[in-house]
């Protein structure tokens, strides 16, 4: 016989394709090799978010050492402003005539304190219009500032108000994945003779390296209560103590943010160092509101 005019096998010839179980079990094993390189890609991108996140604190407390720089020792203003003298919120209200601590902007007829983020942004490369009230509010609304103040693990975007006054007169809202520390920054309701609450002014902190000044947070209360605000209850309070009392206040109960970073949250305290903590009562415990400042 020829040997030139044998032929394989029909199977041979074509190759073996794929049996029906054999391709279930390469499915199989790719769908189990992504169940496993899921988890670890989304713990990779929101590591990536906070370190961003670490990053945007960084910035605003270079911002917040500017200010200080350039106005007499002050960080900006911001809280509710107890019993501004004159009654008005205004440079005089402030105890600021030369309105040197502070910057301004125009509101009607008088001249109000910046809202915290648009105080900070100036020093960050945004140039805030202070003519008017509604110029303030167009900025305010716009991306360019926002994102200074944005973390990119935040899922949802909140909105609110950083001045007010008992009279009721507040500041145009703003955008923010930050809270800010009342106790520091306000003018507080306590008499300055016998306890002389700091109002932003930096060197009457005794701890500055103990108290916040910037935090990740939400409003308090996203309805009623819409301000990225910590205050104090006492003259020792830290975190623990704001998020323990106000369950029980009627000032909102949603201020920090537990599931931002995976129960992590970043803190940059008043001498500009920036830290992460877990959201447990025991690291709450180590960021000071008002405990450290007298």
């Not at 199977?11 to 499915?27: K, M, N, P, S, Y």
């Not at 994102?147 to 006054?165: E, I, M, N, V």
């Amino acid at each position: 016989m020829d040997i030139a005019t044998v032929q394989p096998p029909a199977d041979v010839r074509r190759g073996r394709a794929f049996t029906l179980v054999e391709l279930l079990v390469v499915i199989g094993i790719i769908a189990l090799l992504i169940s496993i390189l899921l988890p670890s890609l989304a713990l990779m991108r929101e590591r990536g978010n906070q370190i961003k996140c670490l990053a945007n604190l960084r910035s605003i407390g270079q911002a917040g050492l500017l200010h200080v720089n350039e106005h007499q020792g002050y960080l900006p203003t911001a809280g509710w402003q107890w019993h501004p003298t004159g009654g008005v919120v205004n440079p005089a209200g402030l105890d600021d005539p030369d309105a040197r601590k502070y910057d301004y902007y125009r509101d009607e007829d008088q001249r109000r304190p910046l809202p915290v983020t648009a105080a900070l942004a100036q020093y960050m490369g945004f140039n805030v219009q202070t003519d008017s009230r509604a110029a303030l509010e167009h900025d305010l609304a716009s991306d360019a500032i926002q994102r200074l103040f944005r973390c990119p693990s935040q899922q949802t975007t909140y909105a609110g108000w950083t001045q007010h006054d008992s009279a009721g007169w507040q500041s145009p809202d703003e955008v923010s994945s930050y809270a800010f520390n009342e106790a520091l920054l306000g003018r507080r309701d306590k008499d300055p003779q016998t306890t002389p609450f700091p109002a932003g002014l930096q060197v009457r902190v005794t701890a500055a390296s103990q108290v916040f000044f910037v935090m990740d947070g939400r409003t308090r209360d996203a309805q009623t209560d819409r301000c990225f605000l910590v205050f104090e209850f006492g003259l020792k309070d830290t975190l623990e103590d704001f998020q323990t009392k106000i369950q029980t206040s009627p000032q909102g109960k949603e201020l920090v943010d537990f599931w931002r970073h995976r129960r992590r949250v970043n803190v940059l305290f008043v001498d500009g160092h920036v830290q992460t903590f877990s959201t447990d009562a025991g690291d709450l415990n180590q960021i000071g509101v008002s405990q450290g400042i007298y």
